[in-house]
């Protein structure tokens, strides 16, 4: 069973296009997370919502807009796509509290979008 | 967050003891030091946390300096599966916002077969 798992793992588009990435958690954490890791690697959080609810918005154009139906779901939904936004996109997970610092976060495996 | 400082890249031979270094000088008294790695084309997975005291794990061991201003991460037995980014990250548990994790370069792991 995957813990962290994200769709599409791979996603090319032209620019302009409007794309979703979809992540879901089984392990009953109640925050969850976006990070971006550009072209120099560089891992950036850009979105976490606790129990469905946006706690952080790091500067992120307002193209993109996290969605979170339920605490095991957080999408990510990215409009008028531009050539920047080429990236792997990680979502992931953590609990609260206590919990959070024996367990740490988990991360899915990235999508690795490409605009084209 | 406080800021931390790895080497960009380190390398060592299979099986052999590994030390990764991290500075943090400017760290305070609430701030974890937590370590992350990251293998190739995968998401970062945890490895170890501690505070002040040294911490062992199935994974890894933490040895934290007794002033806290750096850390070294220790993989006893180096294996090419342990070929990485190694992040070092500060969190101030206490703090607003403080389930973000902020990562930096990290220190890249070469292993030598």
């Known amino acids: 069973d995957t813990a962290v798992s994200q769709t599409p793992k791979y996603l090319v588009t032209q620019m302009g296009n409007d794309k979703s990435i979809k992540c879901e958690q089984n392990?009953?954490?109640?925050?969850m997370y976006w990070y971006k890791q550009d072209s120099k690697k560089f891992l950036k959080i850009m979105f976490s919502?606790?129990?469905?609810?946006?706690?952080i918005n790091e500067t992120v154009p307002n193209r993109f807009s996290p969605k979170s139906p339920d605490k095991a779901h957080l999408n990510l939904h990215i409009n008028s796509l531009e050539l920047g936004d080429s990236a792997v996109y990680f979502c992931?997970?953590?609990?609260?509290?206590?919990?959070?610092?024996?367990?740490?976060?988990?991360f899915g495996s990235g999508t690795r979008l490409t605009v084209v | 967050d406080a800021k931390t400082t790895q080497p960009n890249s380190m390398e060592s031979n299979e099986e052999e003891p590994v030390h990764l270094p991290c500075n943090h000088s400017?760290?305070?008294?609430?701030?974890?030091i937590h370590w992350y790695r990251q293998l190739p084309s995968q998401g970062p997975e945890y490895v170890i946390h501690?505070?002040?005291s040294n911490v062992n794990n199935r994974m890894a061991s933490l040895a934290i300096a007794e002033d806290r201003k750096s850390s070294t991460l220790i993989l006893h037995r180096a294996t090419l599966r342990d070929a990485a980014v190694y992040y070092c990250?500060?969190?101030?548990?206490?703090?607003?916002?403080?389930?973000?994790?902020?990562f930096g370069t990290g220190t890249r792991l070469t292993v030598i077969p």
């Open positions: 992931a997970s953590s609990p609260q509290g206590g919990h959070l610092l024996i367990y740490g976060y988990t």
């Open positions: 392990l009953g954490h109640d925050t």
């Open positions: 919502y606790n129990n469905k609810e946006l706690i």
């Open positions: 400017t760290i305070s008294g609430t701030d974890y």
């Open positions: 501690g505070l002040t």
């Open positions: 990250i500060l969190r101030d548990e206490w703090a607003a916002g403080a389930n973000n994790l902020f």
